[in-house]
């Protein structure tokens, strides 16, 4: 692997990270031709996938202030969860140049002849979030611990139902049930959804083993919940379909497993125009999210969204940076998990970060106190920024 000059800057809250050959922060090194490289000269290209979602709105921003504060160069493209766009922006990121690539895939197994160039020109690649599948020329993953994310969001929703405690366990006045249940999943072309589904359905396996929840539409495989792109729309769509073949008769919604805030969004909608709500008090069923996007987290505060998972996006782009850091400089990066992350080829040594489960009583303390949303923004359900 080529070695690049390091930069001992980085974002607020960062570790500090000395300079090579005992430079001073900031100052060129000499790459391995010999030849002085000032860091913005280095060129890493950032790939995000769409821009409809705030979050990856979010999480290009992020990253890239994160690079230029360390004296990068930065190409920070966006895909517009589009397969054929986001090939062609890497392959562009590549003939312009890049030496590094950190990557958000749209569809986790298109990408494989970009990674193949990248390898050739000796560009490491940094897969962000989403593990990228298929390819033995994927460097390194950081992402959030993607099967606890399931585990909470299905403790969640057997919290709503009064089952278990906020830790998971059993709650001493459990209702009986049974409670009914439907289940959404994420885009099957995204690796993340399969480790989402499997923390969920491992933690409410024995609920439907027991009896205690029923799938009145008996749709209880992942390609059935899938929703593609993690649209609210097709969401939307679904629930009603849902509402329209399993429910027609009176019976009643207890709960919604969602992996995804804009499919929970969906979701209610399909509700409230069925009648039901408009808040979890009024009748609606206790649905669960993921992303602590800001419409959701005024619905959560409202009543009407019952959770969402937070992954504080501003920690995994730290973590980005820090690994583009390493490999920048000819380090090895720092991984905590080297068994988990198989991509089909290889088991990918990734960083995995720590997830946090938002309900109405805590957004003040995860959300508000943290600087992630104010209290504002909270109340109105709009980003400033938008």
Request: net charge negative; glycine share 8%; with cysteine.
């Amino acid at each position: 692997m080529r070695k690049y000059p390091f930069v001992a800057l980085g974002m607020a809250g960062m570790l500090a990270l000395s300079a090579c050959a005992g430079e001073g922060a900031g100052s060129s090194a000499e790459d391995p031709a010999g030849e002085s490289q000032a860091p913005e000269d280095v060129l890493v290209g950032v790939s995000m996938p769409t821009q409809t979602s705030e979050r990856w709105i979010a999480d290009g921003d992020a990253v890239q202030s994160g690079l230029e504060d360390a004296g990068y160069t930065v190409d920070l493209q966006f895909a517009n969860d589009d397969i054929p766009t986001q090939s062609r922006q890497i392959d562009q990121m590549i003939t312009s140049g890049a030496d590094l690539l950190i990557i958000a895939s749209i569809d986790g197994t298109a990408l494989s002849s970009q990674l193949d160039a990248a390898a050739a020109a000796d560009i490491p690649v940094i897969s962000y979030d989403r593990l990228i599948r298929d390819s033995e020329h994927v460097d390194f993953y950081v992402t959030f611990d993607n099967y606890q994310v399931g585990v909470a969001q299905a403790t969640s929703v057997l919290h709503g139902l009064g089952l278990v405690d906020e830790a998971g366990e059993p709650a001493e006045d459990a209702p009986e049930g049974p409670f009914t249940i439907e289940l959404f999943a994420g885009s099957l072309d995204d690796n993340n959804a399969h480790f989402f589904w499997q923390g969920a359905m491992e933690t409410l396996q024995p609920y439907f083993d027991d009896g205690t929840l029923e799938v009145p539409s008996g749709q209880m495989d992942i390609e059935q919940a899938a929703i593609l792109r993690w649209s609210q729309e097709t969401a939307q769509e679904r629930m009603e379909n849902l509402l329209t073949s399993a429910y027609s008769d009176g019976t009643e919604l207890d709960a919604v497993l969602s992996p995804f805030d804009g499919i929970s969004r969906g979701v209610i909608t399909a509700l409230q125009n069925d009648g039901m709500g408009p808040t979890i008090e009024e009748g609606l069923p206790v649905i669960s999210g993921q992303d602590a996007e800001i419409a959701s987290v005024h619905l959560i505060d409202e009543g009407v969204q019952y959770s969402t998972i937070f992954k504080d996006t501003r920690k995994l782009a730290d973590q980005a940076v820090v690994t583009a850091q390493a490999f920048l400089s000819g380090e090895e990066p720092e991984a905590n998990d080297t068994e988990t992350y198989d991509n089909g080829v290889k088991v990918v040594p990734s960083y995995l970060l720590e997830i946090d489960t938002v309900y109405a009583d805590n957004i003040q303390e995860l959300l508000v106190d943290s600087g992630y949303w104010t209290a504002e923004e909270v109340e109105s359900g709009v980003s400033d920024s938008e």
